[in-house]
């Protein structure tokens, strides 16, 4: 019986059984791959997808991404169509990224997706009859890199558990860091934050692994055995001190500890108007030349564009040109899961997402009550409006802190007021939401504020009672 | 032996009796398509180009016409080349289309041509050693959206005779509509024409329909009886009162009778300089309400941009994403037939052209003579006039009102003089031209009007009698 | 035993043997692509790159390059991976070349480079593990056009010995140009230069053709028997007379010897900032009705923007879509002997380059000491400059008259003083470097002019002898 399709929207779209399940793919390709033909090096290809299309649809420049699933697909036997640039498709004509899924979904048989906008991905996996593969989605996620990343780390490690892994540069734009450092704190790896000055991960991130990933935060410690601002910690599952990562963090690290690894990022220029400060940070041979560093591998996603000495690629540290290496047979191993390539069965049970799969979804009309508060989340695409709601899943996971989290680019909102439209009451204490039956659920609908509800002919109440 | 390569231009470079049979093909690649390989969705290809190799030419931007005709000829083993943008082609170093396409046939066995002048298609073609297939060339003709649409109609209802078809929108700019009305009157459907304010089906088209596929024109009937000036009925081979399209023709269809498709286009801004009428003509629940609309099918080329609306998609009348679906099966039929593929005679004995093959062509160097009067015709092409001459076919399907039209583009010329290049006389009286031997045709230069032939120092009389 | 990878980055790069090898080959695959399918027109492909990815990362725009590059990959039954626009690729995001293609070469077994930058390919090539092949880099060099157009003037005559070759249009810009003349100087054909004014070979090509190529340049005869400033002979392998190409010369010939080909090219506007003068030579029929062009081939690279009159095109001289359809099958040749396909050994034991190769190497630091004097090198490009130093190769060809001739573009450093980095002497007298062991050699360290090296604390002196 054909299953439904499975999109990788996010890193949390697989579960740890089906990541490990993917590197054991990976590694039997890589080994095809790595036994060239002789007497002149042509890798040596198989035949895994013979008659399957691959579509790449690139809304964003690439070279290394949409290549590499290309290479993928074509090492499978397969083949692919291509759409390398929005200045060549109908985009130009004005046509919605969910209408082009649609048409493009009867041209191949899985499709990978590139797009500025947050969320982007998501919207095409539900206009989708394939499997819609993530390829970068504005500063939301970039799930295939991750793979590659932690590919990498597992071979060069024995275990992600308390692994110490550096992430240095722009973290709040690199949609590379936001899928790393889920997928990091899911296998239990320790992670520590050393964001350039104001580009620190987005609150929402932050606030969720922290909740829902069990980790706990605790600032790097510094040489004398203080707290340091410098760095923060971020230890999955391990008992400590739990902190807010603090303002005006500084880029240089003091802590004491070994670093297994450090992940140097570029300044995501494209997603934050250009300007850098000069207080970027940079990785050279002076910055690795400190003890705890001796054994880190230094790793990029690249492109890099200065903050990562050319200098260090000679050093047996450098592990960035290994991680680019991975990129084909991960994707590879990626798409025989999602096409079941082979009578592989490894993403065939697996009802998609993680934690918020269980989660309530809340679908509300753009024209009532709240809207995701991401500008650049695809919901706000003026193209792709008439195919977009503004849904949430309401997340509960800490007992009086429920939050609406917009499934397209997964940013949370905190603060708001749930109505319920039988009773035309609102309430500002969301606590009472956990008290409402399925039915009731159904009649609430959210506003940004209390202004906002009033201004809807909403009253000050229980939402629950309607005589109150 | 090897027959002379056919190209498709036109959709009336395709005999009825063909293009049934490319829909016979289609739908046994659609079975083969449709038949996945499990355990997942993967098509099953087949490899009847294996071998072959397909080169997209793409003057304008296109997802779907691109990447349908690369699916289709991946899916049937063969191979693919492909410019999608002329930004990245030798256009840039000022390359004319016709020297590329003596260069690429040397690449493939197959060229796909998409051009924003009318009538590229025809130029690549006569430059062309492989065969060209247009996938479209300005407001001309899109021959194999055509071959969508009618293999959709097809499929719905039971023969094409008498099949009641409106067609709302910008008829004038739209390439799609002019291939679409061509095959419609020659299956014997019903045309409906409910073009915007201003983007009236152009007075060739009309004319050509109404003087060589025998159709009539009558208004559309308005409830109360009364010819309405709302719409325009085109019905093929029926004796109805002949009438010509009125002008400013209001986009509201108030006709009584049963409606089997809506066909509906959106306007294309970049032939028509951007501007857009408030009034153009939008389709949606309330249009369809009408109950003659209650079993049309509704249709689309694709991309829309606001003048079919999305709540239609649910709809079970909403007909637009099977066209898009069909894409690749009708594509790979044509092509296979075009290049005779598992030993397939469909396109081997026919000659090419519809009524204009029988015609007498006549070849006036551009500078002299009469020129096509239409400027996005591809002889104003500056790169390419050393390729082209102002080449017209002589049409005298109505007796006493002969026309030029011209080779490329297909517009016609309804007014113009005729002279001799031996005797030095002219007339305006073309209808002597019926009387002319082949050796005096040969003789025959055309003018725009009497001064353009008292310039050249011709003389008002009879072409044919030198004395006189 | 794999042998290390070939680059083809210049036409120097293949020793003579080699390239009469590849065109051995190029036949074998022309008689197979020759040989249709019948009932009609599909080439006949093979399957000797079957599993091979090749990748063209195109940073100029191009259709026959690139697509015949494509087409000779999939013409071997080998798949091909492309990013065909740098404005779709990583460069937007300020990556470099030398990533890129570090990166790239993970994904396929052979690289075509086009890049804007004259040495951009020798660039890629020292930091890919694939071969990479030089699909065009700025002025420099364009090989494998080369390889195309002496294969045609191979079948059209029975020997490259003393074939008189006039080439005419912009000898300064044109990168085909540059290899063309390098390789039939080699082979021992004659050429005529017939510059446009203004766009003369540059003075590096032409003593290099003098200096290492054993070039005899005489000025072309007029018809009294005198010199003629109106063109250049430059004989390979005779003992005429040494001439520097005139100033000031001009465009038409007036010679009275046979010639075999006229090889035409247009003015390369990219290269120049888009201004010619109206003295750029056109080619049409008056030209060629010379009694000396009677029996000439006709060639071009193409794309032509004026200089070859279309007219010619039925003329039984034009050779040069034979040029173009020749394009597949030579780069198919090519391909196939690099990578070692079907147990070819060609490209195996040469050990890449022509003489350079034996040239003594010298590494200079970009921040000290002479730099590479031509403003488009690819040492000058800011993205490249992390992976570039200034590297030069010590030419000795003529006694006395040692040059410096970088390693990317090949452009030659003819004026310079040497200083040694122990003794802190410096000497304009350059012939002293062959008095060098190596060891002093690794000493040397060259200087633009005196102030450079008294600005660098040199003082003048035998810089081999630390007394003085």
């Given at each position: 019986m054909v299953k439904p399709t499975r999109h990788i929207?996010?890193?949390?779209?697989?579960s740890k059984t089906e990541i490990t399940g993917i590197f054991d793919l990976a590694q039997t390709y890589l080994d095809t791959l790595h036994?060239?033909?002789?007497?002149?090096?042509v890798a040596r290809s198989c035949d895994?997808?013979?008659g399957a299309v691959l579509a790449t649809l690139f809304y964003e420049p690439s070279t290394r991404t949409r290549l590499s699933f290309e290479s993928a697909m074509l090492r499978m036997g397969g083949r692919v169509i291509s759409s390398a640039d929005s200045g060549a498709s109908s985009a130009a004509k004005g046509e919605s990224l969910a209408d082009t899924v649609r048409v493009v979904s009867n041209y191949a048989d899985v499709i990978v997706v590139r797009h500025p906008r947050d969320g982007a991905a998501r919207l095409a996996a539900d206009y989708c009859s394939v499997p819609v593969i993530n390829g970068g989605d504005g500063s939301h996620e970039h799930p295939t890199q991750t793979l590659c990343d932690l590919f990498t780390l597992n071979k060069r490690n024995?275990?992600?558990?308390n692994l110490n892994v550096a992430i240095s540069g722009?973290?709040?734009?690199s949609r590379t860091i936001h899928s790393l450092v889920y997928a990091l704190a899911r296998f239990g790896a320790n992670i520590i934050l050393m964001p350039a000055k104001g580009l620190e991960l987005p609150s929402h991130v932050f606030n969720r692994l922290r909740d829902e990933m069990h980790c706990r935060m605790t600032p790097a410690q510094s040489e004398n055995g203080h707290a340091s601002i410098d760095a923060l910690y971020v230890t999955a599952n391990a008992p400590h001190q739990l902190s807010l990562i603090?303002?005006?963090?500084?880029?240089?690290v003091r802590m004491t500890s070994r670093v297994d690894a450090v992940y140097v990022t570029r300044f995501q220029k494209e997603r934050s108007g250009g300007k850098i400060e000069n207080t970027y940070p940079t990785v050279n041979a002076e910055f690795l030349s400190d003890a705890k560093y001796s054994n880190a591998s230094v790793m990029h996603?690249?492109?890099?564009?200065?903050?990562?000495?050319?200098?260090?690629?000679?050093?047996?540290?450098?592990t960035y040109f290994e991680q680019a290496a991975y990129g084909v047979p991960i994707r590879m191993a990626l798409i025989s899961a999602l096409l079941g390539?082979?009578?592989?069965?490894?993403?065939?049970?697996y009802d998609g997402g993680?934690?918020?799969?269980?989660a309530l979804s809340i679908d509300q009309h753009l024209d009532a009550g709240i809207q995701c508060?991401?500008?650049?989340?695809?919901?706000?695409?003026t193209l792709e409006q008439p195919y977009v709601r503004s849904k949430f899943s309401l997340i509960s996971s800490v007992p009086e802190r429920s939050k609406l989290r917009?499934?397209?680019?997964?940013t949370d909102i905190e603060h708001f007021v749930v109505g319920n439209v039988e009773t035309r009451k609102f309430t500002?204490?969301?606590?009472?939401i956990n008290a409402a039956t399925s039915r009731q659920l159904k009649q609430f609908v959210f506003f940004k504020d209390d202004q906002a509800a009033l201004a809807r002919d909403y009253r000050s109440g229980d939402p629950l009672n309607a005589g109150r």
């Open positions: 929207a996010s890193i949390n779209d697989l036994d060239p033909i002789l007497p002149y090096r895994a997808a013979s024995s275990s992600f558990k722009d973290l709040r734009g603090p303002e005006g963090v500084d880029i240089h996603p690249l492109p890099r564009v200065g903050e990562l000495d050319q200098s260090m690629d000679t050093d047996k540290r450098a390539l082979q009578n592989n069965h490894l993403l065939k049970s993680f934690p918020s799969s269980k508060q991401n500008a650049n989340c695809i919901v706000h695409d917009c499934v397209y680019c997964e500002a204490n969301v606590a009472q």
